[in-house]
C-alpha cells in the first residue's frame, strides 16, 4: 500500500510565499516522476510542476518564475516553493507520484492567497 503525505498549505497574502511537501511511503519500488496538480472551485485539476527521477523538470506556464519544484528520490519527497503568490494561484493542491504501473495521488492540501 502506497501513502502519499501533504503539508504545508495554508492562507498567505498576495506576494507571499508558502512550501508544499509530499512524502510517498509503502510499496513504491521504483519512482518515476512526483509534481503537484491542483484544482480551484469550478474548474478541472490542472498541472503544476512534475519532477521525473533524472531531474527532467515540468512547469506550467501560469507558474514559471514564481514556483520552483524539487525533489529528494531517496527520501521519495517532492516540495514546491511557491513565492509571488496570486489570488489567482488559490486551489486544492495534489501531490501526484508517478511509478512505472501506476499513478497514485494525496488527499490534497488548501492553498489560499487572499488579504
Known amino acids: 500500500q502506497v501513502q502519499l503525505v501533504e503539508s504545508g498549505g495554508g492562507l498567505v497574502q498576495p506576494g507571499g510565499s508558502l512550501r508544499l511537501s509530499c512524502a510517498a511511503s509503502?510499496?513504491?519500488?521504483?519512482?518515476?516522476?512526483m509534481g503537484w496538480y491542483r484544482q480551484a472551485p469550478g474548474k478541472q485539476r490542472e498541472l503544476v510542476a512534475t519532477?521525473?527521477?533524472?531531474?527532467?523538470?515540468n512547469y506550467a506556464d501560469s507558474v514559471k518564475g514564481r514556483f520552483t519544484i524539487s525533489g529528494d528520490n531517496a527520501k521519495k519527497t517532492a516540495y514546491l516553493q511557491m513565492n509571488s503568490l496570486k489570488p489567482e494561484d488559490t486551489a486544492v493542491y495534489y501531490c501526484?507520484?508517478?511509478?512505472?504501473?501506476?499513478?497514485?495521488w494525496g488527499q490534497g492540501t488548501q492553498v489560499t492567497v487572499s488579504s
Open positions: 501526484i507520484v508517478s511509478t512505472p504501473s501506476r499513478a497514485y
Open positions: 509503502g510499496s513504491i519500488f521504483s519512482l518515476y516522476a
Open positions: 519532477i521525473t527521477s533524472s531531474g527532467t523538470i
